[in-house]
């Protein structure tokens, strides 16, 4: 796959994924993840697209419960949406899911809907116990996803990698 220019933290993000041994991916459609979740499938990684994020939690426990590495991905709007499976399922279980969050409502939003999730994100996370790392830097994304998978894999927490607006490939500020 060939990487727009400015994009090149979607490859890095993908290299250090495969390299954690995720095994399957679930996600709700988002235009700045096709380039990610495109490399996860150039390397056999079975992605199963859902239409809601709870439905992507619910997937993503069964898929560890049986033993496998899961990656969840969906655009911080629908972190509502999946909020009571995080909270009631993965974090109590310690199932130990990764997720990449696609922000919205930050740095260069014109939709004024997205701003209380956006910028209140990391504190829901947060009061549910799951830490979040905002990437604003492509330099950073393997660093951010070795992180993230070893609070997921080794020491079985939820966390969340926020894909920030500074990265590129939409809805960044102008």
Known sequence: MVVPSGLDWQTTLARSLIAN????????PDSR?????EQLSDVG?????????????????????????PLVL???????NCLNALASLA????????LVISMRGALGEGNPSQVPIGQSIGAILASVSIQSFPLRAAADAG????GVCSLAFKAR?????????ELGGGREAR
């Open 91 to 98: 974090v109590p279980s310690r199932l130990g899911l990764p």
């Open 143 to 146: 660093v951010y996803a070795d």
């Open 74 to 80: 969906f655009q911080s709007s629908g972190l509502g």
């Open 33 to 37: 993840l096709h380039g990610l979740l």
């Open 45 to 69: 990684i079975p992605l199963r697209s859902m239409t809601r994020e709870e439905e992507c939690v619910a997937y993503a426990a069964g898929q560890r419960l049986a033993g496998k590495r």
């Open 157 to 165: 927490e939820c966390s969340a990698i926020l894909l920030a607006p």
């Open 21 to 28: 041994d995720i095994t399957v991916s679930t996600y709700v």
